[in-house]
């Protein structure tokens, strides 16, 4: 209900696409992994700011056992060093939008990317959030930056979609 999704959407979309899927919603118990499975998710986000580390690491596990990617988001340094200490997170996303305000930095992802490289964790780094037009996803690649979740820029910005042809 928080992101006007259906499971039958994604049931949908696997009949229709041979890319994976990620079910975007908020898991925040087993029986939702079980049920990202049934429905065909391929990999389930989890927001370790709605998380405790014991349930980050108990979900994450499952769904790993299960054979679904995770893609962990964080909003912030805490948030990322607290991921990394988790065992099995091979894909980090970070979300550029404060959840307390709902204000949008996209510099978010760059600095959290610099925390990232002066570790020893090799992980996905996803960019989360913003995305407005075409030089925002250069800056992304231009940072080297492995990937990016867009929704709500495409919907505005239908266009962007030429960015990935």
């Not at 499975?37 to 014991?54: F, S, Y």
């Not at 990317?113 to 960019?127: E, F, M, Q, V």
Request: hydrophobic share 45%; charged share 25%; proline share 3%.
């Amino acid at each position: 209900k928080h992101f006007l999704g259906d499971p039958d959407y994604i049931q949908d979309i696997k009949q229709q696409v041979s890319l994976p899927v990620l079910r975007k919603d908020f898991i925040v118990d087993p029986i939702q992994i079980f049920e990202s499975l049934m429905i065909g998710a391929d990999a389930i986000l989890l927001i370790k700011a709605i998380l405790d580390q014991d349930t980050s690491q108990a979900l994450l596990s499952l769904a790993k056992e299960w054979g679904l990617d995770v893609l962990f988001e964080v909003h912030n340094e805490t948030e990322l060093t607290d991921v990394l200490s988790l065992d099995g997170v091979d894909i980090i996303g970070v979300n550029n939008r404060n959840l307390n305000t709902f204000d949008v930095d996209l510099n978010t992802v760059i600095a959290l990317k610099k925390s990232l490289d002066k570790t020893s964790k090799s992980c996905l780094l996803i960019a989360e959030s913003g995305y407005q037009s075409p030089e925002d996803l250069m800056q992304i690649q231009k940072e080297n930056i492995a990937g990016v979740l867009i929704g709500e820029g495409l919907a505005k910005h239908p266009t962007l979609i030429n960015y990935f042809k």
